[in-house]
């Protein structure tokens, strides 16, 4: 699938997505033209790098998820440095700490929405 598409796909403009190749995040194959050719697979793991964004994850971080994250780390983690094991920990602070206020701000849009006359709403949401 050609950028374009892939790009409505994920949500992203194809700009961020050949930011995304560039910085490593993801990749592309190469049709016979030069296009960039995306699988399924690639697709699905630029969705996946996208949602991290969406997060708040510095594409730096991302990197360091993408390598904890693949086969490999899961079946045999390379040694981790203390000082990447501390960002690592200050980094899920900064998680949790966006999780509690996503919470929050959920929670006050439930209330709302059950106090008026629009709770059926909370039924598709």
Not at 79 to 93: M, P, S, V
Not at 107 to 114: K, M, R, S
């Amino acid at each position: 699938m050609k950028i374009g598409e892939v790009a409505k796909k994920v949500g992203a403009p194809t700009r961020m997505l050949r930011h995304y190749e560039q910085q490593g995040l993801i990749q592309a194959s190469r049709s016979t033209n030069g296009y960039r050719d995306y699988s399924d697979e690639q697709i699905e793991h630029a969705r996946h790098v996208r949602a991290l964004v969406e997060a708040g994850l510095s594409t730096r971080m991302i990197k360091i998820v993408l390598d904890i994250e693949a086969p490999a780390a899961q079946e045999q983690p390379d040694e981790c440095n203390r000082t990447l094991a501390e960002e690592l920990a200050r980094e899920l602070r900064v998680v949790e700490n966006r999780i509690v206020c996503l919470e929050k701000s959920r929670d006050a849009v439930i209330d709302f929405l059950q106090r008026t006359n629009h709770s059926d709403l909370l039924a598709t949401a």
